[in-house]
């Protein structure tokens, strides 16, 4: 039954991951809560359903025609190498006290995604360009971000390719699958040196997370609606993650 769920549960979380973010927050509750992996074995062992996640979406985004990277490759880079620090901070020190200062980003970005939502809902402007100063310095902690915690990354790169570079949210995501998965695979290397990925529990959470991921980029590759509800599941997950992170919940459960 715990298998089951762990399947189910990274299936739903690839969906999530693809068209929004903060799939890693299904996927690592499952890991400690489900199947009683430590936090830091957790945030290790979570990274091999992110990496098989983020490649089916991509070879399904890149069959459909969406996937171009010859716009992206500063950004790529920048993203990479922030990750790579990252997740050398996050082998030596614990995540939880970050968590606190997750929530309060989480507020900030449901009032930057419900205000004026016509900035999501546009098309790619192919002739922007980003002034590097500002860039730079937000790919670099993006990646810094994805390497040391990943939960909410996506939330925040998207923040940055749609309202900063001028990216529609379904372009924005195409590159967020493969840039993810890119640093994903570096991370996965520092976290086994370390002893802190459990390899038969990841590939678990792969199996769904990569049939989730490649179902959910095929369907928005083809559908005129995808900015529209990638929009909607944005607001969605951000506003379930605040009622989450503040414990409202058990409010509603009593």
Known sequence: MEYLIAIIGAAFAGMVNTLAGNGSAITLTILTEVLGLPGNLANGTNRIGIVAQTAGATWAFHKNGKLDLRRNQLSISLITLGAV??????????????????????????????????????????????????????????????????????????????????Y???????????????????????????????????????????????????YASNSPKANIWAHRLLVVIVAAAIVKLFGWHEYVLQ
Do not use: C
């Open 85 to 166: 620090v990252g997740v050398l901070v996050a082998t030596q020190v614990s995540n939880e006290q970050f968590k606190t200062v997750f929530r309060y980003l989480m507020v900030v970005m449901l009032f930057v995604i419900i205000v004026k939502p016509k900035r999501w809902l546009r098309e790619t402007d192919t002739d922007h360009r980003p002034n590097l100063w500002i860039a730079i310095p937000a790919f670099l902690l993006l990646g810094f971000y994805g390497g040391f915690i990943q939960m909410g990354m996506g939330i925040f790169f998207l923040a940055v390719m749609v309202l900063g570079a001028k």
């Open 168 to 218: 529609s949210l379904l372009d924005a995501n195409v590159i967020k699958s493969f840039v993810v998965g890119l640093y994903t695979i570096v991370v996965i290397v520092i976290f086994q040196l370390n002893g802190l990925i459990d390899w038969k529990t990841g590939t678990l959470l792969a199996i769904g997370q990569t049939a989730g991921g490649w179902l959910t980029a095929h």
